[in-house]
Each structure stands twice: as C-alpha cells, then as structure tokens.
C-alpha cells in the first residue's frame, strides 16, 4: 500500500466531513433579508454641521431649488430676529430647548444621539404643530418648551426617510420630496411609489406634481427647513444642547 496516497486521501475526506459540519450549522439569511440589507444605503448626508455659515450648502443638499433656497436663507434670517437669537438674555429658542418636557428624547432628537433617524427627520416631531389639518412649524412666541406632537405617533417618518433617502438610486431632491410626504400627510403614496412620488416610467417622480396636489407644500417645506436649521443652530453652539 502507498501510505504516503493513503494518508492524503484521508486528509481530504476529513476536510470535506468538516466543511459539511460546518455548512449545516451556518445560518443563511433569508433572500428576503438579503435584499433588504443589500438595497439599503448610507445616509449621503451623514454629518451635516448646522451652523449659519453652512445655511445655504445645507439647503441645497436638502435638493432644494435656488429659489427656494433663498427663500429658506431668508425665511431663517427672519426668524433668528424675530425669536432674538443672537441675544443670550432673550433667546427664545434656547429657553424652549431649557425647558423642553423631556431633555433625553430632545437630545436623540436634536444631537442625533442613539437615533436611527438624522436629526432632519427626527427634529419634526418636535418643530411641527398641527393646524386645521396642516402642519406647520411651532412659533418660539406662543409656546413655553418644545414637545413631541402628537401628530407624530402616527407619522411613518423613519419608513419615508429608508425609503426616500437610502434608495439604490436616490434622487437628488429626495429630502426635499421626503418632507413634501411627511408635511402633507401623504406618506403611504411615497412608500407605495405611486405618482407623484413614483419610480417607475408611467409613475413619475414629479415636485411640480406634488405642488400640484398639494398646493402650498413648497412653502410648507421651505418653512420648516428654515426653523429646522436655525433650532438646530442654537442646539449645537457653545454651550448649547448637543455641546459635549
């Protein structure tokens, strides 16, 4: 007998019983899963600083149009004179975030800390108040401390923005389409991608169409930006809230 053969072949087989051992005990995901994972990207906005300087680069990675995005700069200007955000001793803005009802769930919220959301997304819950069906940005005048809304519980603002944002072929205004949903309590044609939020040839992707559905959203967007940044301004300053 061969021995050297022998022992060779015996090597493989023990090998090969090992490799089957192993085979049956992996757990493979389900196609399913597989395709959920592998659909999903990363967030192209990740990082966002939101400071003054950074209004109008931020606003057009939203996908905001130029017009808009002046108007957003604008809409923002107003508002940090109005709510007195540049004086430390009348700062609106800080004295709702001091007073907020639950400072934990506003610092996940505004930081971005332990949250699955960007803080773009997760700020509304707390920045849009419902009005006659409509939501609209909450005024630092008529309010004592920021508060989750109860519009937001029944919002689908986490599945919008997987679906919205972290698309295979995300469009470039997808944030901006994204809050058009979620503004206009629309979110289940978004997800269905059904026009005016559809992907497919005869179901497009359409802002003119959506402005034509729901008139008034672009300025509803526009808005919510401009307040979303400015919070988020004060909320990472020096010695403001997301300040470690």
């Not at 015996?10 to 196609?31: D, R, T």
């Not at 809409?75 to 004086?87: L, N, T």
Request: negative net charge; proline residues 5%; hydrophobic residues 50%.
């Amino acid at each position: 007998m061969n021995w050297r053969l022998f022992s060779v072949g015996l090597a493989l087989v023990v090998a090969l019983a090992v490799n089957v051992v192993l085979a049956m005990g992996e757990q493979i995901a389900p196609p399913d899963a597989r395709t959920k994972v592998e659909a999903r990207q990363a967030d192209p906005l990740f990082g966002m600083q939101h400071a003054a300087a950074t209004r109008q680069g931020n606003f057009q990675q939203m996908g905001l149009a130029p017009e808009e995005v002046q108007a957003a700069m604008k809409a923002a200007a107003a508002w940090e004179q109005r709510w007195h955000v540049k004086d430390p001793s009348q700062d609106l803005v800080s004295a709702r975030i001091e007073a907020a009802e639950d400072s934990d769930a506003l610092v996940t919220a505004f930081c971005g800390t332990g949250s699955s959301l960007p803080v773009r997304y997760a700020a509304m819950a707390w920045l849009l108040t419902e009005q006659a069906g409509a939501l609209v940005p909450v005024n630092m005048e008529e309010i004592g401390a920021l508060s989750v809304q109860p519009w937001s519980r029944a919002a689908r603002i986490q599945a919008v923005y997987e679906d919205a944002d972290l698309a295979p072929e995300r469009k470039e205004d997808s944030v901006r389409m994204a809050l058009a949903a979620i503004l206009a309590h629309d979110e289940q044609t978004l997800l269905d991608h059904a026009s005016p939020w559809g992907r497919a040839l005869f179901a497009g992707w359409s802002w003119q169409d959506v402005q034509k559905k729901h008139p008034g959203i672009r300025q509803r967007v526009v808005d919510y930006v401009a307040v979303m940044h400015l919070v988020l301004e004060v909320a990472n300053r020096e010695g403001g809230l997301c300040d470690n």
